[in-house]
């Protein structure tokens, strides 16, 4: 079993940047951030693969989030020029069997999940 936890997170106007971490408890081969908005389904917003370091990131986000491996089991999201649209919780997720590319951003791939971190973006 693997526990994530993640910090970072909070308010902020829009054009602004945040920063999320993710800590995992222990190995794992993909790390990456959903969010979920009120009202709203759970949808991938960016994945990196810990042995090759390739990365996905969702259309909405590209070029705006980055995420990185920060040590051998925590992972950040570095979001910039964030959008009210953006707001949302945002959860770590975290697999050792990870999907290909084509669904890494699908939510029902993944197992383990953090408690989730509120992302508030104020126009």
């Known amino acids: 079993q693997v526990q994530l936890v993640e910090s970072g997170g909070g308010s902020v106007q829009a054009g602004g940047s945040l920063r999320l971490s993710c800590a995992a408890s222990?190995?794992?081969?993909?790390m990456g951030w959903f969010r979920q908005a009120p009202g709203k389904g759970r949808e991938g917003v960016a994945l990196l693969y810990i042995g090759g370091g390739t990365t996905v990131y969702s259309d909405s986000v590209k070029g705006r989030f980055t995420i990185s491996r920060e040590t051998t089991n925590t992972v950040s999201l570095e979001m910039n020029s964030l959008k009210p649209e953006d707001t949302a919780m945002y959860y770590c997720a975290a697999e050792r069997n990870c999907p290909a590319r084509v669904s890494a951003l699908l939510p029902h791939m993944y197992n383990y999940w953090g408690q989730g971190t509120q992302v508030t973006v104020s126009s």
């Open positions: 222990g190995y794992t081969y993909c």
